[in-house]
């Protein structure tokens, strides 16, 4: 649903001009970001400024094409100005009403080749920041073109810290973060968030990715990051047939982190809900069959000790029935788990379970307890294989009530093959295609999609609201068997890093952290506290409680908060935070006035003084606090915590005393 709150899209230049101009400059609505478009030697330019500084230093433009040698610009040949002020409503969502406030710049540029005679750069301003996509419109209808580069450049100015890894590798995202000098940077994944001494915060990304290969930026050692497409094996970046529009390159700027983290330009460059009925598409919380496998108490594949039964899946459903969670997450109840899955991902069916897990049973069981089933459908990358039983599949879903699936893609990055044998990259044009495409089937027949292995997120949530979650980063898992497991930085990091594209699954609230490890960095690095605060800082619209049902059951003390933690809100606010130090956010409840408040620190204990004054003035609040108790530490003492009440308002300020490792939680519940 979206409303007009003020539009104005008023043509302020002429689309044709009489003359070339030879420089044009555009303005954020509250005049904090310009932008200005010029040629010279050829080249077609941007350049960034904030507050009257100079951002990003002039950056190349434009596209090549195979055939044609890289075009020479020579001119702009018009110009185009509009500016718009709408809100619209996300049927789910970290904020309800998002304000959608641009400028808007259309150029068009000459050129010396066929495909580059003409294109248009249109750039939309926002006073955080901007997105600017390029637009091939005099492609005639029908003509096949390949792209093999993509010239778009960002050059800051200035010393900058980066935090980034190395693109590319087999492990798609599930990587840790590194800081570095920005000029160390190879080849980065985006979100690639930047701080420059002074404070300025920079983040690159790109918005509503369809029918285009994910951009990378590469570094040249000196400050300049180059887009960089993943490509098809034969090293064609993009294939696209008539006219086409690129993605939105979109530069984050803020002068703290939070700046970053609060902003909505991702979401605003995407285009409105294609699904005009939302109301089957629902936030909330899950139990699963998942952990205890990455433990190894149980099994995927068939056996003795399998996991995926239909024993077993009641249990779950009763303990989600008992404790308030919306859903059972059930892995490995498919066949085609047993032996070298990833290297056999054509053996899995999507239809048809092992004979220890009856479906119908199970679905009509937890219709009865009003809990669902949430699908598994693991591809291990054998794309043609799940595409072809794709809709079976769904259909099936639907016909028993199934209506969320978390989809898997557990495959060296590189290797996924496509239906003409050709390996692909995780988030090449290939794999975008069918991300896409997953999500469409899904919404016809009323499932949502929570895609692990994923294609990034680039605000298309808002254009499809059925795809509810993604992966796309080192999450919990990597706490039970990674050598290392991820260290205390990793969910301080992620906030201003992954987290500014979207969404994440990160599956928390482990309990026992140490699971029966001795040593530090091959069991979680975290106290409860912490575990409790990342279901507030770590957005998603379906959050797991991730741990084996037993340890819940021995902890109702902590437990209580991620019964009572919801998963959509009115509102959001990143109150403190510095990348890898600490971060603080207060979200507010939907359709309530309660407040809910995580923080978390690295490895270094922290306390922070924290105002209220998000809260609503004049009302009293009981704070229910949920934090790191005496001698806490997440290397000896992880399960430490002090829960405690206090009556609190607008005006008060909470201390917020974490431990190394450590975090708070907190609901803020209105009294009056």
Sequence with gaps: MSFRTLALLAALASPALAQAAERECAQSPGKVIEVCVFTKDGQAFYEVSKGGKVVLAPGAMGLSFAGE??????????????????????????????????????????????????????????????????????????????????????????????????????????????????RRITLAETPLTMREKGGLHLSFHEAALIDFPSM???????????????????????????????????????????????????????????IADTSWIKPGKYVGIWWEMHLQKSTWGSGPIHGATTENTKRYIDFAAKYGFDGVLVEGWNKGWDGDWIANGEKFSFTQAYPDFDIKAITDYGKAKGVKL?????TAGAVPNYEAQLEDAMKLYESVGVSQVKTG??????????????????????????????????????????????????????????????????????????????????????????????????????FDVVHGKTELTRRGQSTIATQLALYVVLYSPIHMAADLLENYEARPDAFQFI???????????????????????????RGAKDWFLGALTDEQP???????????????????????????????????????????TAKDSLDLDMAPGGGAAIRFKILD
Excluded at 222 to 242: E, F, I, R, S
Excluded at 248 to 273: F, K, M, Y
Excluded at 615 to 635: C, T, V
């Design 69 to 182: 040698g890289q075009a020479r610009y020579s001119a702009i040949t018009a110009a185009k100005r509009s500016a718009s002020d709408t809100s619209w409503e996300q049927p789910w969502g970290e904020q309800r009403v998002i304000r959608d406030n641009h400028s808007e710049l259309t150029v068009s540029l000459a050129g010396d080749t066929a495909l580059n005679r003409t294109f248009d750069v249109s750039f939309r301003l926002f006073d955080d920041g901007l997105g600017f996509r390029y637009a091939y419109t005099s492609i005639p209808a029908g003509q096949a073109v390949a792209v093999t580069d993509d010239r778009t450049e960002f050059k800051p100015v200035g010393a900058y810290d980066a935090w980034w890894y190395e693109a590319l590798g087999q492990e798609r995202d599930e990587y840790l973060y590194k800081q570095t000098d920005a």
């Design 216 to 274: 990378l930026l590469a570094g040249n050692g000196a400050g300049t990051y180059k887009a960089k497409l993943m490509p098809w094996q034969d090293g064609t970046l993009a294939k696209k047939t008539g006219a086409f529009t690129t993605p939105w390159r979109t530069v984050l700027i803020g002068d703290s982190a939070g700046a970053l983290a609060d902003s909505r330009i991702e979401l605003n460059l995407n285009e409105p809900s294609k």
């Design 374 to 378: 949430i699908g598994h459908n693991e």
């Design 409 to 510: 893609y557990v495959r060296h990055s590189g290797t996924i093959v496509d239906q003409d044998g050709r390996q692909q990259w995780f988030a090449g044009q290939y794999m975008v295609r069918h991300n896409l495409h997953v999500a469409e089937v899904a919404a016809r027949h009323k499932i949502s999609i929570d895609a692990h292995e994923p294609v990034k997120d680039t605000g298309l949530r808002r254009t499809w609201p059925n795809m509810l979650s993604r992966e796309g980063a080192r999450g919990q898992e990597f706490n039970a068997w990674g050598d290392p497991t991820n260290p205390p930085e990793h969910t301080v990091i992620i906030p201003f890093t992954r987290m500014l594209a979207g969404p994440m699954d990160f599956t928390p609230g482990v």
């Design 563 to 589: 019964r009572d933690v919801p998963t959509d809100w009115e509102a959001s606010k990143t109150l403190q935070g510095q990348v890898g130090d600490y971060v603080v956010v207060a979200r507010q409840q």
């Design 606 to 648: 922290r306390k922070l003084s924290q105002k209220l004054d998000f809260l609503s003035p004049g009302k009293r609040y009981e704070a229910q606090i949920y934090r790191d108790g005496p001698w806490a530490d997440f290397r000896t003492n992880p399960g430490a915590l002090t829960v405690e009440k206090k009556i609190v």
